[in-house]
């Protein structure tokens, strides 16, 4: 039995019927499903010991507390982080970006400059476009090349003395492409430059070590990767995070204030003001212990299995042009296509009466779609429960696709 | 109901466009974008006396959007200015014969708004 079908009777939402075909769900990238232990764990938490945290002396805000401490400890573990003080709980990478985007925003002098890739989500770039404009500093952009991967004689002409981030994807969100992120960390720091890595489309599919890998910052959603909306996760190194002034000011974040001033909190409490995302906090602790149980190396075999027919199955198709690496062995679990003559909103509507729910559109990388030359793209993503026969299904409706426009 | 969303006309339409093209020298001229998938329609037009006397469609679109530039020139052409202003999505639904869901009613919107940049005479953003 393949991981997929092991997996699938977990995910309630699989059973159900699109216009009449069983679903098959290929839009992991921009969402995943979620299992029932994670439903479970977070019915059971607002059922039995829903309550504020950090504050609340009684059994419930106790209970409450630590579950969310729990949480964090979970996440710590799951990505290989040295302390549970470098873990910040945030509502998702996006959030994660601009947390320290700010942060880093308000040391920017006039002339600094800021590194970004050219195949960034919109989430990884806006936010420094913001700071850039504010202060006078400069974005610079490491060119793609036609192979799909950066090109890394750009990047270390592009780092300088006056680099202070680089910001990258850990692996494209519509090419696949895995950047080698150690390096950019390796050549930043030689720099003096701090690095942040965008892992919204890495940590539902990499094992991951980040004290091994050495960023300052990586970022990534629980939604992404089986947990619920509303909640990410910023790690940052605690070093750094001890040296970095945060960026939002409220409750929880602080230790003692008086009218005029206060002093911050602990790590990680310092970075999270306001009640934060409980009940999410504890369904995605129950998404990384159910990844943690499958096992992320089995969880990356599986997907690169699912990749690899997926692009030969989409290759063998008249018109269709794929976009990004055709090696899976060197892939994220996305493969981005087109079909000529049709636009990706109507492929992906077509394919939808088909059961088939894919992503079309620029994927939030207008940038990339640019220098791609293409309106926008059709995208199948594959997470734990997909099987060799959803791959098959898309197959067969994408074949079809020309004759029902 | 998805059945309908691609209606006959709208794949007709698509397929083979009455007004897809450019005009040289417009009078008028306007282009704007879908931020939901980055689609970009152009409209050009010329003016007589105070009418649309003429326009063409063309850009990156999907066959939702394409079709609704198409049946919106085929209703406009013709008309006074101030007329051509007020033809709204009702209108242009009305000859899609489709039923469109509510995330692709940009698609049938942006050619209307397109148009209308057009005659008041807006312009494009780089």
């Known amino acids: 039995m393949t991981l997929g079908e092991q997996c699938r009777g977990d995910f309630p939402i699989l059973s159900r019927l699109i216009n009449g075909r069983p679903l098959v769900y290929l839009d992991s990238g921009a969402s995943s499903q979620k299992p029932r232990q994670v439903l479970d764990a977070m019915r059971t938490f607002y059922e039995q010991s829903n309550a504020n945290v950090h504050r609340s002396i009684h059994t419930l805000g106790e209970e409450a507390t630590e579950a969310y401490e729990a949480a964090r400890d979970a996440v710590r573990s799951f990505v290989g982080a040295r302390g549970r003080e470098e873990i910040i709980f945030t509502r998702g990478t996006t959030e994660g970006v601009n947390i320290i985007a700010q942060a880093l925003g308000r040391t920017l002098k006039p002339g600094d400059e800021i590194i970004v890739s050219e195949m960034e989500h919109h989430s990884n770039l806006i936010p420094w476009q913001m700071v850039c404009r504010d202060r006078g500093a400069v ?108 960026a939002l000011g409220g409750s929880e974040m602080i230790k003692e204030v008086w009218i005029d001033h206060a002093q911050w909190n602990d790590l990680p409490w310092r970075f999270e003001p306001g009640t934060p995302p409980i009940a999410e906090a504890v369904g995605l602790h129950a998404a990384v212990a159910y990844l943690d149980k499958l ?46 003559g049709i636009h990706p909103h109507d492929g992906a509507a077509l394919l939808d009466q088909s059961g088939v729910a894919v992503r079309a559109g620029h994927h939030c990388a207008q940038p990339l779609a640019k220098r791609l030359g293409i309106a926008g793209a059709l995208r199948a993503s594959f997470s734990v429960y997909n099987t060799p026969a959803d791959v098959d299904r898309l197959a067969e409706a994408v074949a079809r696709l020309d004759s029902e426009l | 109901m998805s059945a309908v969303q691609y209606s006959d006309v709208i794949r007709e339409r698509f397929r083979h466009p009455r007004f897809r093209g450019r005009l040289p020298n417009p009078d008028a001229a306007f282009e704007d974008v879908n931020p939901l998938c980055g689609d970009r329609i152009r409209i050009e037009c010329r ?75 807006r312009e494009v953003a780089r």
Request: net charge negative.
């Open chain 1, 139 to 246: 974005l610079r952009a490491i060119p793609l090349q036609d192979d799909a991967y950066l090109d890394m004689a750009a990047y270390a002409r592009l780092l300088g003395p006056r680099t202070r981030m680089v910001a990258v994807t850990h692996v494209s969100n519509v090419l696949g492409t895995i950047n080698p992120v150690a390096d950019i960390v390796r050549q930043a720091h030689a720099a003096g430059a701090q690095v942040l890595l965008d892992g919204a489309q890495a940590a539902p599919h990499l094992r991951l070590d980040l004290a091994a890998l050495g960023c300052d910052f990586y970022v990534f959603s629980g939604h992404k990767m089986l947990g619920p909306t509303g909640i990410g996760v910023l790690y940052g190194r605690r070093e750094v995070l001890e040296a970095t002034e945060p």
């Open chain 1, 295 to 340: 096992g992320m190396d089995r969880v990356g075999a599986h997907e690169r299995e699912l990749t690899g027919r997926c692009l030969d199955a989409l290759a063998a198709i008249p018109g269709v042009t794929i976009y990004g690496p055709r090696n899976s062995e060197m892939k994220g679990a996305v493969v981005a296509f087109n079909v000529a």
């Open chain 2, 47 to 121: 003016l007589t006396e105070g009418r649309l006397a003429e326009a063409m469609h063309h850009g990156d679109s999907c066959a939702i959007c394409a079709a609704s530039a198409d049946v919106l020139i085929e209703l406009a052409v013709g008309r006074p200015v101030a007329e051509v202003g007020r033809l709204g999505a009702a209108d242009v639904l009305e000859r899609l014969q489709a039923d469109i869901r509510p995330t692709r009613m940009k698609c049938v919107t942006l050619p209307i708004t397109v148009l209308q940049g057009a005659l008041e005479g």
